[in-house]
């Protein structure tokens, strides 16, 4: 079907698989797959209850690493964000379940000012994303160690309970990470904000002559990434039992690392946040898998950065244009 | 055609014969043949989109023609590349310099003109002798980002004019110039010619071809209307030959004459003005659709932009009675932007997202977007705008040129604006799609909404508005009503005109920066900033502890600092390019594994030879996988040198799963030998970073590499080979990494993989310290050694005032965005 005068049915609005959903359904059924087939252990109940709650947290952590990706930034200081979650819920708490809520609330208020400080220095005062979030990554750090002084304390038993417990058999942090899913993405997708959010990542210089303010939307990703991190060290605090201070250290690159796998352009624009949600998955999965095969932690390693190398390739090298190009030499040297 | 030249007495330098060249089906010229001779100044004159630059182009090897051949002095030249002209001889000027924002005066004219800097005498007094010569006031040391337009079109003039070409392309070159420098470009021109100069003029002017040319051939529509000589030709028959052009696209019938001269004033402008156009006013009645009209460049659209909002301006505009600031202007407006790309369009966002953007509020409920309510303010506005498309919501990028601009009409028309301003509003429009458009734009103004369009498309103007203002130099020259608006009566009123910029103005401080001036917008101010904090924070701790510059201490300090400084002076090399290397970290950790398995104890000097090979094959490899993926595979720097980061981390563990391999001593004692307190590696690091900082400076290639970071495009015009740069300077980088890897090597003594991961963000935290900018074109080498010294001064001396490890990053924390935000804003003023 060329181009052609628009039916009016067309206008319907169509949902359509992106290349990323295809893409990482593709990958996670194949990961599944290989783990049934090769490495019965990666896909045991046992190893998937374990492994779930961990896929949940990182799955949250990339949603909020997607939205500063969708206006062109990189927020690194996703680790320091997520170490001082993790450090306040657990020590301001400390095995007291009657302080938790209170300590959880300071979490989200710190979150809050963290994002509050990115979003003025990259949106008001235009700083680069590396370097602005480098800088409060290294504040947020100063705050872990003033609380904790580097030591980890336990949470508490209600937190270990809600995070680390199930329901119906499933882990509780997969059931958060479904519903915060479907909160971003109705927010990002569905309401009129979300709509000119997602305008301002693909162009902001369009977006300034339709008189969208631009420099709020871009804040506010910073300050929205926060608030996930927060539910995410929330949800870590719990599930592991004795934290360090430097937990949010791993995310760093994980969380890139889904985005990018997701099809979100690091230079903007449309977000995938289901796709970031699966890739998290993925990542998560890939590991268990490449683990009960009995490989080290090298390999492991190596096998991420592999993923993550094919899935970007997947997205900039234009296939298409390489096989016309193919295509044109060979009936060019089949004429010779 | 009896009056075309006909003394064939000189041979012609250069021969265009029978040129065709076409864009995706487009034809911009078709079968054009001119003969420029030596000794000769030959104008090219035509209208807007004539395709006089195209063939200027094709002559500069910039464009290369579909059909026809070139012959230079004779002979045939098959495939002309810009090099190749101007080995040839060749020199363009063209209306967007060629120039490196980043670097100064100086440095520009020496990339660009490398043969003439290399016969040692003092590059500042040769710069100045080259500028002199077309008049620019401008300091060889000014920065050209810094400078206004005409004066970097100086620049331009000066570099083609240094090469004393054989041929010169002159590509409007008066527009942005003030009427000093007119006079002293035409003296220079005329000089050039009398020398033997073949000499091309592009120009919209009349007077200006009558003044300096002897031959002028005319281009209507991409075919050739004739060349004459200048004499033998009036201006009446030059014009009639410019204008007149077939136009396929049917316009609207205007509004009927207006019959009592009561009709309300719906738009009234008073003594607008604003960068590049001052004191504008006008008014306008309801229906009326007012057109802008000049020559591209003149004005007209940062006039517009000020209507609808979005430029700066002064002055008062009242719509519909109401005084209207900026703000409100932009909520009243729906404007068209002239470069769809780049300022219409949401590439990635579906159809239906890109028109209903601006009318949100209205098919909102509840926050939420009503997919009803859209669905029917879809239909309304694609019953008045068929765009062609697949289906809503295809890829606004999927669509053609023309329903692209359909589409962004649609958003306007959906915003129900009480004024519309559009900027070349049929710009890379097929002929249905505008027949459309001005069908749309008549029935809006018909329906009450005020109509503004500019376009450089005379006969566009014609068929189209109601009034129209003829702008030149960013003034109103004349306004044309009813039956006077005829494309002849327009060309004739921008051609004729004679006007200046007013330069004196504008100019502003191109002259005048001061030397303090230049330091504080210069790469060296950071350093000194580094210095004074880094000499305070040691007199401090010095003061609270006297231990801290002992000699224990002063050498550990310097050990730490030689492998900080190395991997940052690698980071900064990349980071000049524009790029990034998140890889450094685990590469430096990496070199140190690998030496681990051949620099240990009781080994031959074959394998520590070997081992060292290894080390800087690792590396180098390293810098050519994130140069080929940045280059060939079109990954983001981030997205590149985050995969190897990750492998490089893989890659270590694979070799060494713990720590293990110690290093010889006899391999880290020399490593660690120190002059006094001074380790000797550090002393390396210093001359290393004095030698390439010098390299920087004074080398072209240096220059290059800063002229990739500042502008990749008018490097690639200036003949560099951007891609290998860019690889080299990864590959560089990495092997600078390698010696703060072997510095490492030293201090651990032993291999273990998840060392040195972290020098990735404090490497990177050193070069912001050092003012290298992010974006690429500016930095210093010495700027990120201090960041580095900084850095380590800083750790270290928390541990002299019983500071905890919190201070340690409260500190590095608001240093890097102290001197980030102070950098930023000191460079915006700029």
């Given at each position: 079907?060329?181009?052609?005068?628009l039916?009016?049915r067309?206008?319907?609005?169509?949902v359509?698989?992106?290349r990323?959903?295809?893409?990482?359904?593709?990958a996670?059924?194949?990961?599944?797959?290989?783990?049934?087939?090769?490495?019965?252990?990666?896909v045991?109940?046992?190893?998937?209850?374990?492994a779930?709650?961990?896929?949940?947290v990182?799955?949250?952590?990339?949603l909020?690493?997607?939205?500063?990706?969708?206006?062109?930034?990189?927020?690194?200081?996703?680790?320091?964000?997520?170490?001082?979650?993790?450090v306040?819920?657990?020590?301001?708490?400390?095995?007291?379940?009657?302080?938790?809520l209170?300590?959880?609330?300071?979490?989200?208020l710190?979150?809050?000012l963290?994002?509050?400080?990115?979003?003025?220095?990259?949106a008001l005062?235009?700083?680069?994303?590396?370097?602005?979030?480098?800088?409060?990554?290294?504040?947020?750090?100063?705050?872990v160690?003033?609380?904790?002084?580097?030591?980890p304390?336990?949470?508490?038993?209600?937190?270990a309970?809600?995070a680390?417990?199930t329901?119906?058999?499933?882990?509780?942090?997969?059931?958060?990470?479904?519903?915060?899913?479907?909160?971003?993405?109705?927010?990002?997708?569905?309401?009129?904000?979300?709509?000119?959010?997602?305008?301002?990542?693909?162009?902001?210089?369009a977006?300034?002559?339709?008189?969208?303010?631009?420099q709020r939307?871009?804040?506010?990703?910073?300050?929205?990434?926060?608030?996930?991190?927060?539910?995410g060290?929330?949800l870590?605090?719990?599930i592991?039992?004795?934290?360090?201070?430097?937990?949010?250290d791993?995310?760093?690159l994980?969380?890139?690392?889904?985005?990018?796998?997701?099809?979100?352009?690091?230079l903007?624009?449309?977000?995938?946040?289901?796709?970031s949600?699966?890739?998290?998955?993925?990542?998560?999965?890939?590991e268990?898998l490449?683990?009960?095969?009995?490989?080290?932690?090298?390999?492991?390693?190596?096998?991420?950065?592999?993923a993550?190398a094919?899935?970007?390739?997947l997205?900039?090298i234009?296939?298409?244009?390489?096989?016309?190009l193919v295509?044109?030499?060979?009936?060019?040297?089949?004429?010779? | 055609?009896?009056?075309?030249?006909?003394?064939?007495?000189?041979?012609p330098l250069?021969?265009l014969?029978g040129?065709?060249?076409t864009?995706?089906?487009?034809?911009?010229?078709?079968?054009?043949?001119?003969?420029?001779?030596?000794g000769?100044v030959?104008?090219?004159?035509?209208?807007?989109?004539?395709?006089?630059?195209t063939?200027?182009?094709?002559?500069?090897?910039?464009?290369?023609?579909?059909?026809?051949?070139?012959?230079?002095?004779?002979?045939?030249?098959?495939?002309?590349?810009?090099s190749?002209?101007?080995?040839?001889?060749?020199?363009?000027?063209?209306?967007?310099?060629?120039?490196?924002?980043?670097?100064?005066?100086?440095?520009?004219?020496?990339?660009?003109?490398?043969a003439?800097?290399?016969?040692?005498?003092r590059?500042?007094?040769?710069?100045?002798?080259?500028?002199?010569v077309v008049?620019?006031?401008?300091?060889?040391?000014?920065?050209?980002?810094a400078?206004?337009?005409?004066?970097?079109?100086?620049?331009?003039?000066a570099?083609?004019?240094?090469?004393?070409?054989?041929?010169?392309?002159?590509d409007?070159?008066?527009?942005p110039?003030?009427?000093?420098?007119?006079?002293?470009?035409?003296a220079?021109?005329?000089?050039?010619?009398?020398?033997?100069?073949?000499v091309?003029?592009?120009?919209?002017?009349?007077?200006e071809?009558?003044e300096?040319?002897?031959v002028?051939?005319v281009?209507?529509?991409?075919r050739?209307?004739?060349?004459?000589?200048?004499?033998?030709?009036?201006?009446?028959?030059?014009?009639?030959l410019?204008?007149?052009?077939d136009?396929?696209s049917t316009?609207p019938?205007?509004?009927?004459?207006?019959?009592?001269e009561?009709?309300?004033?719906?738009?009234?402008?008073e003594?607008?003005?604003?960068?590049?156009?001052s004191?504008?006013?006008?008014?306008?009645?309801?229906?009326e659709?007012?057109?802008?009209?000049?020559?591209?460049g003149n004005?007209?659209?940062?006039?517009?932009?000020?209507?609808?909002?979005?430029?700066?301006s002064?002055?008062?505009?009242?719509?519909?009675?109401?005084?209207?600031?900026?703000?409100?202007?932009?909520q009243?407006?729906?404007?068209?932007p002239?470069?769809?790309?780049?300022?219409?369009?949401?590439?990635?966002?579906?159809?239906?997202?890109?028109?209903?953007?601006?009318?949100?509020?209205?098919?909102?409920?509840?926050?939420?977007?009503?997919?009803?309510?859209e669905?029917?303010?879809?239909?309304?506005?694609?019953?008045?705008?068929?765009?062609?498309?697949?289906?809503?919501?295809?890829?606004i990028?999927?669509?053609?040129?023309?329903?692209?601009?359909?589409?962004?009409?649609?958003?306007?028309?959906?915003a129900?604006?009480?004024?519309?301003v559009a900027?070349e509003p049929?710009?890379?429009v097929?002929?249905?799609?505008r027949?459309?458009?001005?069908?749309?734009?008549?029935?809006?103004?018909?329906?009450?909404?005020?109509?503004?369009?500019?376009?450089?498309?005379?006969?566009?103007?014609?068929?189209l508005?109601?009034?129209?203002?003829?702008?030149s130099?960013g003034?109103v020259?004349?306004?044309?009503?009813?039956d006077?608006?005829?494309?002849?009566r327009?060309?004739?009123?921008?051609?004729?005109?004679t006007?200046?910029a007013?330069?004196?103005s504008?100019?502003?401080?191109?002259s005048g920066?001061?030397?303090?001036?230049?330091?504080?917008?210069g790469?060296?101010?950071?350093?000194?900033v580094?210095?004074?904090?880094i000499?305070v924070?040691?007199?401090?701790?010095?003061g609270?502890?006297?231990?801290?510059?002992?000699p224990?201490?002063?050498?550990?300090?310097?050990?730490?600092l030689?492998?900080?400084g190395?991997i940052?002076?690698?980071q900064?090399?990349?980071?000049?390019?524009?790029?990034?290397?998140?890889s450094?970290?685990?590469?430096?950790?990496f070199?140190?594994?690998v030496?681990?398995?051949f620099?240990?104890e009781?080994?031959?000097?074959?394998?520590?030879?070997?081992?060292?090979?290894?080390?800087v094959?690792?590396?180098?490899g390293t810098?050519?996988?994130?140069?080929?993926?940045i280059r060939?595979?079109?990954?983001?720097?981030v997205?590149?040198?985050?995969?190897?980061?990750?492998?490089?981390?893989?890659?270590?563990?694979?070799?060494?799963?713990?720590?293990?391999?110690?290093?010889?001593?006899?391999?880290?004692?020399?490593?660690?030998?120190?002059?006094g307190?001074?380790?000797?590696?550090?002393?390396?690091?210093?001359?290393?970073?004095?030698v390439?900082?010098?390299?920087?400076r004074?080398?072209?290639?240096?220059?290059?590499l800063?002229?990739?970071?500042?502008?990749i495009?008018?490097?690639r015009?200036?003949?560099?080979?951007?891609?290998?740069?860019v690889?080299?300077?990864y590959?560089?980088?990495?092997?600078l990494?390698?010696?703060?890897g072997?510095?490492?090597?030293?201090?651990?003594?032993?291999?273990?993989?998840s060392?040195?991961?972290?020098?990735?963000?404090s490497?990177?935290?050193?070069?912001?310290?050092?003012?290298?900018?992010?974006?690429g074109?500016?930095?210093?080498?010495?700027?990120?050694?201090?960041?580095?010294?900084?850095i380590?001064?800083?750790?270290?001396?928390?541990?002299?005032?019983?500071l905890s490890?919190?201070?340690q990053?409260?500190?590095?924390?608001?240093?890097?965005l102290?001197?980030?935000?102070?950098?930023?804003?000191?460079?915006?003023?700029?």
């Open positions: 079907m060329a181009e052609e005068q039916p009016l067309a206008i319907r609005a169509r359509r698989a992106s990323g959903l295809t893409t990482m359904i593709i996670l059924a194949a990961v599944l797959l290989a783990g049934l087939l090769f490495a019965p252990s990666s045991s109940w046992g190893a998937l209850q374990g779930l709650p961990f896929a949940a990182l799955a949250i952590v990339a909020g690493q997607t939205l500063v990706v969708m206006q062109g930034g990189i927020d690194l200081s996703v680790a320091g964000a997520i170490s001082l979650g993790v306040i819920v657990s020590h301001e708490a400390y095995g007291d379940n009657a302080r938790l209170p300590a959880i609330a300071l979490a989200l710190a979150a809050v963290a994002g509050v400080l990115n979003g003025i220095l990259v005062l235009r700083m680069n994303a590396i370097v602005a979030t480098l800088g409060t990554n290294a504040l947020l750090y100063a705050v160690l003033g609380i904790s002084g580097g030591t304390r336990q949470t508490t038993s209600l937190m309970h809600i680390g417990g329901l119906l058999g499933v882990p509780n942090s997969i059931y958060v990470a479904v519903v915060v899913l479907v909160v971003v993405t109705l927010i990002v997708k569905r309401t009129v904000s979300g709509r000119r959010f997602e305008a301002v990542g693909a162009n902001p210089r977006a300034r002559i339709v008189n969208i303010n631009v939307h871009v804040a506010m990703a910073y300050v929205g990434a926060q608030v996930l991190y927060w539910v060290a929330v870590l605090a719990g592991i039992n004795k934290p360090s201070a430097f937990q949010g791993t995310y760093l994980s969380s890139v690392a889904a985005v990018v796998l997701g099809g979100t352009s690091l903007g624009g449309r977000g995938y946040l289901v796709e949600a699966l890739a998290a998955l993925f990542l998560t999965q890939l268990q490449v683990l009960a095969l009995g490989a080290s932690y090298a390999v492991q390693t190596l096998t991420q950065a592999v993550f094919v899935g970007v390739a997205y900039t234009p296939w298409s244009e390489l096989r016309a295509r044109r030499r060979r009936t060019r040297s089949a004429e010779t | 055609m009896s009056d075309e030249v006909t003394t064939v007495a000189v041979e250069l021969r014969e040129i065709t060249k864009f995706g089906g487009v034809t911009a010229l078709s079968d054009v043949t001119l003969d420029i001779r030596p000769e030959h104008a090219l004159l035509g209208e807007n989109g004539a395709g006089k630059s063939l200027v182009n094709i002559a500069g090897g910039i464009l290369q023609p579909s059909m026809g051949r070139i012959l230079y002095d004779g002979k045939e030249v098959p495939h002309l590349t810009p190749h002209a101007s080995a040839l001889g060749i020199a363009v000027v063209h209306q967007h310099p060629a120039l490196l924002p980043d670097l100064t005066v100086e440095e520009n004219l020496r990339v660009a003109l490398p003439l800097f290399d016969d040692g005498t590059t500042g007094s040769k710069a100045r002798e080259l500028l002199s008049g620019a006031t401008c300091h060889p040391k000014d920065r050209v980002g400078l206004d337009l005409a004066e970097r079109h100086l620049i331009e003039l570099k083609a004019f240094a090469v004393k070409p054989a041929l010169l392309i002159l409007e070159p008066t527009a110039l003030g009427p000093d420098a007119t006079e002293r470009l035409f220079l021109v005329r000089e050039a010619a009398a020398r033997g100069t073949a091309v003029y592009i120009t919209h002017r009349l007077a071809v009558r300096i040319a002897d002028v051939t281009l209507r529509d991409g050739l209307r004739g060349t004459f000589a200048v004499d033998r030709i009036t201006d009446a028959q030059l014009l009639s410019i204008v007149g052009r136009f396929a316009f019938p205007k509004r009927a004459a207006i019959a009592d009561s009709t309300e004033t719906a738009l009234s402008v003594a607008l003005s604003g960068p590049r156009f004191n504008v006013s006008f008014s306008m009645a309801r229906g659709i007012v057109g802008l009209f000049g020559i591209v004005g007209q659209s940062e006039i517009l932009r000020a209507l609808a909002g979005i430029g700066p002064r002055g008062t505009v009242v719509i519909n009675g109401e005084r209207c600031s900026a703000r409100r202007r932009r009243l407006c729906a404007f068209i002239p470069d769809r790309k780049a300022e219409g369009v949401f590439n990635g966002l579906s159809v239906r997202e890109n028109v209903t953007l601006a009318a949100l509020g209205r098919i909102e409920s509840r926050g939420l977007v009503s997919r009803r309510q669905r029917e303010a879809l239909l309304e506005v694609m019953s008045v705008l068929a765009i062609r498309a697949p289906s809503t919501d295809a890829p990028e999927a669509l053609s040129g023309g329903n692209q601009q359909k589409a962004v009409f649609a958003r306007a028309l959906l129900k604006p009480a004024m519309l900027d049929t710009q890379g097929d002929v249905g799609a027949a459309e458009i001005y069908q749309l734009l008549r029935q809006l103004a018909d329906e009450g909404v005020l109509v503004v369009v500019a376009s450089s498309d005379a006969k566009e103007i014609e068929g508005c109601d009034t129209v203002m003829v702008i130099r003034s020259i004349d306004v044309l009503r009813g006077d608006v005829t494309e002849e327009i060309v004739t009123s921008a051609l004729r005109a006007g200046h007013a330069t004196s504008a100019r502003g401080r191109a920066a001061t030397r303090l001036r230049r330091f504080l917008e790469d060296y101010a950071p350093v000194f580094l210095s004074l904090a000499v924070l040691g007199a401090v701790v010095f609270r502890n006297h231990r801290f510059l002992e224990f201490n002063l050498t550990s300090l310097l050990m730490s030689a492998a900080l190395f940052a002076a690698g900064t090399a990349v980071l000049m390019t524009g790029g990034i290397d998140l450094v970290g685990p590469l430096a950790g070199v140190v594994v030496g681990s398995f620099l240990t009781g080994f031959s000097v074959g394998s520590v030879i070997l081992g060292f090979v290894l080390m094959v690792a590396a180098a810098g050519l996988v994130n140069g080929g993926l060939g595979a079109r990954f983001t720097p997205a590149a040198t985050l995969g190897t980061y990750i492998a490089l981390q893989g890659l270590g563990f694979l070799l060494r799963s713990s720590p293990g391999g110690y290093i010889a001593s006899s391999i880290t004692g020399p490593i660690k030998h120190t002059v307190a001074v380790p000797v590696v550090f002393i390396v690091l210093l001359v290393l970073t004095i390439m900082e010098l390299a920087l004074g080398s072209r290639l240096g220059m290059v800063r002229g990739v970071g500042s502008d495009e008018s490097t015009r200036l003949g560099v080979r951007v891609g290998a740069t690889v080299s300077a590959v560089f980088g990495s092997l990494v390698l010696l703060g072997v510095v490492l090597l030293a201090q651990l003594g032993v291999g273990d993989a060392q040195g991961v972290g020098y990735t963000l490497s990177i935290s050193a070069v912001v310290l050092g003012g290298t900018s992010l974006l074109g500016r930095g210093t080498f010495v700027g990120s050694l201090l960041g580095a010294a900084l380590v001064e800083m750790l270290n001396s928390t541990v002299f005032l019983n490890q919190t201070w990053y409260l500190f590095q924390g608001l240093v890097i102290v001197a980030a935000a102070v950098y930023s804003q000191a460079r915006r003023r700029v």
